[in-house]
């Protein structure tokens, strides 16, 4: 049985940091408890993307996105703010029930949407409150609601009642973010691809089932190399999307920069003759209106 969601308030936080001054995640130690300075609320020169190849060599340091340098496998604050601009409006429910240190919830209080997050680490949740600690330097969290739970079991969350999913799961065990003190059930331990794949089933059904009719899904998902070979993650991943009922309204192509171990794999590349893999997939799938798939017939026939 998957764990229950358990809501973690700021009563809680405060708890928590008095016994602990930072969180290990995959080896890295990352600060919290301490005052967040805030030099930019919101990001310079930003524009919306127009197509479907999204590159970011400069990572949003705005807000509090800076501070989560350390947390391994978190993503570029731009695109959870393109997502967000484009697929929602002021006031609606953004989810992501991956929400490791907060990079969505951050983003979703600054355009003003109400954000929900749940992450099966407490650590990453407390990181997640941390960083969510700013708003005209108060300490509330503004409207974001975080968990400690599964992606697999969203029982607090009812049928058809959100905007929109913006998410970022692990890709299998390329980063195991309880490392450190292993979590029952948490994907990033899983050591099978095929058990990967199942788990991650039941987390699309969870998605179909809490997301409105109409709405979109947004999920970053890259690939993996097993022995020189490619392991297409993503492409399994959306396969089950569509399985599942979700149509497929954009597959943008994100480029990865500086990536912590470039170095060591790209002279691996050479000596064992593979290429790196330097982009990612950020599938956007819709659920549909009402059952009714006629105008997608043309993105569902092979």
């Known amino acids: 049985m998957y764990k229950n969601m358990e809501k973690i308030t700021l009563d809680d936080y405060t708890e928590y940091v008095k016994l602990h001054k930072n969180v ?3 080896k890295n130690i990352i600060k919290i408890g301490e005052k967040n300075i805030i030099n930019e609320l919101e990001p310079e020169n930003f524009n919306l993307g127009i197509d479907n190849v ?13 501070l989560n340098a350390r947390y391994r496998g978190n993503y570029a604050p731009q695109i959870p703010r393109n997502i967000i601009l484009r697929y929602s409006k002021e006031n609606d429910t953004v989810l992501d029930p991956f929400a490791g240190s907060g990079t969505t919830l951050i983003e979703a209080k600054l355009l003003n949407r109400h954000g929900i997050g749940i992450d099966i680490n407490l650590g990453s949740v407390m990181i997640a409150i941390d960083r969510l600690k700013f708003n005209n330097n108060d300490n509330t969290l503004v409207d974001q609601e975080i968990f400690h739970g599964d992606a697999r079991f969203l029982d607090k969350i009812e049928d058809n009642s959100i905007d929109l999913i913006m998410t970022h799961p692990p890709y299998a065990n390329i980063i195991s973010y309880s490392e450190e003190n292993i979590i029952e059930d948490d994907l990033s331990s899983i050591k099978s691809i095929n058990q990967y794949y199942e788990e991650m089933d039941k987390v699309i059904k969870e998605i179909y089932r809490v997301l409105k009719n109409g709405k979109y ?7 993996s190399r097993k022995n ?15 399985k599942e009922g979700f149509i497929l309204k954009e597959d943008i192509i994100k480029i990865q920069h500086n990536t912590k171990t470039w170095n060591y794999w790209s002279k691996m590349s050479i000596k064992n003759n593979f290429l790196l893999l330097a982009y990612e997939h950020l599938f956007l799938f819709e659920k549909p209106l009402n059952n009714d798939l006629s105008k997608y017939k043309y993105s569902m026939e092979s």
């Not at 070979?229 to 569509?242: E, G, R, T, V």
């Open 54 to 66: 999204w590159s970011f060599p400069d990572r949003g340091k705005w807000c509090t996105h800076y």
């Open 217 to 223: 899904c947004a999920i970053l998902i890259g690939d």
């Open 228 to 242: 020189g070979h490619h392991i297409p993650l993503s492409f399994k991943i959306m396969n089950l999307f569509l």
């Open 24 to 26: 290990t995640i995959e």
